[in-house]
């Protein structure tokens, strides 16, 4: 298996959440690509799906920073109203809308708050694990109008992306490791932004308590102990 530190690594960063930089690679250059060419989507909205922990997060909060747009989660959808909620917005969010689905109440506002932001020219991002066929949407109006937003697809990330974000996060924390460290957590980690988010803090908290360098020995008794 070849080190990230060794490969020349074609990607492409994007600021994102405060001082992150988020990376392009094939697994989500799709999405990026639907992202850059906003407000040009021809449509009042996009849906991008995908695995948990492929970053459909961080893709969305890189929109948010361009669209000014509201998050909302599925739960506000059950009682809220829509035009209460937007005010005066004209861009929203919803992460794991395939929750909000499924239930009359949800679904009635759901539908309700892409009819606002339809009708004032705005947008609404829509991210879910699932594609819109897949989603038990029961509400007729609701499932004609989303099922022809455009949709893409994320996939889960590979080694060199992973590798890369890890040397990154590692360096974003100051934190200095060696290429056997990173092509280790590589192979005992599950494949995912926020797998590799959370290991890089454990790593850095019990280094620093321990006062210890990370190395692989080091690595190996945090993961064991995880």
């Known amino acids: 298996m070849t080190v990230p530190g060794q490969l020349p690594l074609n ?20 999405a ?9 989507w021809g ?3 996009l849906v991008i799906h995908g695995p948990a922990g492929c970053g459909k997060t961080h893709l969305a909060h890189v929109w948010r ?3 000014q747009a509201i998050f909302l989660s599925p739960e506000s959808l059950q009682e809220d109203d829509p035009s209460e ?7 929203a969010i919803i992460e794991d809308a395939d929750q909000a689905v499924g239930s009359a109440a ?3 506002n759901l539908l309700h708050l892409h009819n606002i932001l339809e009708e004032r020219q705005g947008s609404l991002l829509l991210t879910a694990v699932t594609p819109v066929a897949g989603w038990p949407t029961k509400l007729p109006d609701l499932r004609s109008r989303i099922v022809i937003l455009p949709a893409v697809d994320v996939g889960v990330p590979d080694d060199p992306l992973i590798g890369a974000v890890l040397v990154k996060m590692f360096s974003d924390r100051q934190l200095r490791v060696g290429q056997d460290v990173i092509a280790y957590l590589l192979t005992h980690m599950e494949r ?18 321990a006062k210890r360098r990370i190395t692989v020995p080091f690595v ?5 102990g995880r």
Do not use: K
């Open 43 to 45: 449509a009042p909205g």
């Open 220 to 224: 190996a008794e945090v993961l064991g």
């Open 192 to 209: 995912s932004f926020s797998a590799a988010r959370r290991i890089v803090a454990a790593l850095d908290s019990q280094a620093l308590a």
């Open 65 to 67: 920073v361009r669209s």
């Open 11 to 30: 990607l492409g960063h994007r600021p994102a959440l405060g001082q992150e930089d988020f990376l392009v690679a094939p697994c989500n250059e799709q």
């Open 32 to 40: 990026v690509g639907w992202l850059d060419l906003w407000p040009e």
């Open 85 to 91: 909620i937007l005010r005066d917005n004209i861009s």
């Open 106 to 108: 949800r679904e009635r």
